[in-house]
């Protein structure tokens, strides 16, 4: 038997060749039980989209071969834990058709993205003029058996350094559920611009989501942008779909000129304040000795629970520049009431009022990990989900410390805005470099975690800040392959992780993503 190899990005737990092809000459319908009606409507409607980008018909096969999509209680074999039975799936594949096995809707999506994956690689469209018994799909038969190592698998989007349209962050989301990552990391909110709508703060979309460019003459109109409501509710649903978590940010108390532009009274000094349009860290944050700060956020809060369904709200928390709370009277008097020793800790305080406010809302806060700096006063509560992204470390003293962790280290190779490879010709930032190997080999637990510090790590994400894209489709280059490299990381067992392997596959996975219409990096991996 001549071995046939799938590759599947990220790589399956199993894959099992047995005798024989299956072949078609359309696309086989998928049908199935009624628990997986969603997932089966979702992957028709993407087929669809792909084929059409791709110039083909969507044709059925005309011999009626089909991919059949069951209810298995244990579609893998293996001792895992329920969340990895929940995600994972079994596919046989026969000479009489695909069978897709799961025990959910969330396992039975993965089955369909990866079956997904194949059709992009080995479909070659249906010709009205071939002779009868040509067959236009070959698959080789046997059996996949897969599940994550990891449950968070995600990937941060910065849609305040650039507002990017509705419909690209939808395609892009689309794309990451090809590749199994199940959480999409919202950045709503930054010194450059503020996303999302809060009905009892009007100008915090009419002045903080619109920068003026200093670069370009006075009278050109103002840059940006929000996401309205219902544009939110319709994302939500979208990537809901494709079993996709969505993760509102909203950066406090730091990364906030565009509030403190709509609204000064907030800020230390007064003002007045714009939405930035240089970037960097500002020395404006908000005063953390003026109570309205949380009238505001509680508002801000509300929006969220509202609108997004996830019982998670990243706070950001990284940053903060101190200087101001320095200087302020009414900082200075609130760090001597609270008994603090120095103006930085109320940061921790902040930090505790707003995870108290978010609890009360049923939501976990995440900080990013500069919300460790705490003090003796205000601790960080133990439930708080620290994302680590200054290295590893961060995320190592938290698991220490018995925070549930995700693991973003921009060491590496998790920081999308550097660059691939450490050339000037290369678009993204020159202080920093992440390489797909990079991405590939990072690993969320570190040799030196004990089993129970490993345990509390969730998984790893990549982000893409978008301080120097100034397209989607500069986006769309700094995020593919290197997201394919990380979903591999965060998805597949340690053991059956191979880079030569990987680099072999990305060659044919490329191709699909050229099919999705991506742009792409295509240089060194390494
Ligand atoms: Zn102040």
């Not at 302020?328 to 760090?335: D, E, F, L, V, Y």
């Amino acid at each position: 038997m001549k071995e046939t190899k799938l590759s599947i990005i990220p790589q399956p737990v199993s894959w099992q060749q047995t005798e024989g092809f299956f072949q078609s000459r359309g696309l086989p319908v998928i049908r199935g039980d009624e628990p997986f009606r969603n997932e089966i409507e979702a992957v028709n409607g993407q087929l669809r989209g792909d084929l059409e980008r791709m110039g083909l018909a969507h044709i059925q096969d005309r011999e009626g071969k089909a991919v059949n999509c069951t209810y298995e209680a244990n579609p893998c074999p293996q001792k895992i834990n329920e969340d990895q039975k929940n995600e994972g799936y079994r596919i046989t594949i026969s000479k009489e058709g695909v069978t897709i096995g799961a025990a959910s809707g969330r396992g039975m999506y993965h089955g369909l993205q990866s079956y997904r994956q194949l059709v992009l690689s080995e479909y070659k469209g249906f010709k009205e003029e071939a002779a009868h018994n040509e067959a236009n799909f070959f698959l080789p038969c046997g059996e996949i058996t897969d599940y994550p190592r990891f449950p968070w698998r995600g990937f941060m989007l910065d849609c305040s350094r650039y507002f990017y349209s509705i419909s690209f962050v939808k395609h892009i989301v689309d794309v990451l559920s090809l590749h199994h990552i199940n959480r999409f990391h919202w950045h709503l909110s930054d010194d450059q611009g503020w996303r999302l709508p809060v009905p009892e703060y009007p100008l915090l979309t009419e002045i903080s989501s619109y920068r003026q460019d200093r670069r370009l003459p006075e009278d050109m109109p103002r840059a940006g942008g929000f996401y309205s409501e219902e544009t939110i509710h319709d994302f939500v649903e979208y990537a809901a779909a494709r079993h996709v978590e969505v993760i509102p940010e909203i950066d406090l108390p730091g990364h906030a000129s565009a509030i403190l532009a709509a609204y000064p009274g907030l800020g230390c000094t007064g003002g007045p304040y714009r939405v930035e349009d240089r970037f960097g860290i500002f020395e404006d944050v908000l005063c953390a000795g003026n109570n309205e700060i949380f009238d505001l956020i509680a508002k801000i809060f509300d929006s969220l629970t509202r609108l997004f369904p996830s019982s998670y709200v990243h706070i950001g928390g990284d940053e903060v520049l101190f200087n101001r709370w320095g200087a302020c009277p009414k900082c200075k008097k609130r760090t001597t009431e609270l008994g603090l020793k120095k103006t930085r800790e109320l940061q921790s305080w902040i930090t505790a009022r707003l995870t108290t406010m978010l609890a009360e809302r049923g939501k976990v806060a995440i900080g990013w990990d500069e919300v460790l700096e705490d003090s003796p006063q205000f601790r960080l509560p133990k439930e708080t989900v620290v994302m680590s992204w200054r290295g590893s470390k961060g995320g190592m003293a938290a698991s220490k410390r018995g925070h549930p962790v995700i693991m973003v280290p921009n060491t590496n190779g998790c920081y999308l805005d550097y660059r691939h490879l450490d050339v000037p010709e290369e678009p993204g930032q020159s202080w920093g470099l992440s390489t797909v190997y990079q991405g590939y080999s990072m690993d969320p637990i570190t040799p030196k975690m004990n089993n129970e510090e490993a345990s509390l790590i969730l998984g790893g994400q990549c982000n893409l800040w978008s301080e120097l894209i100034y397209a989607g489709k500069i986006a769309e280059y700094m995020i593919f392959p290197r997201v394919c490299a990380i979903a591999e990381a965060v998805w597949t067992l340690r053991e059956n992780k191979n880079f030569d392997d990987f680099s072999r596959r990305l060659l044919i996975h490329q191709q699909r993503l050229d099919k999705l219409g991506l742009l792409q990096y295509r240089g060194a991996l390494r």
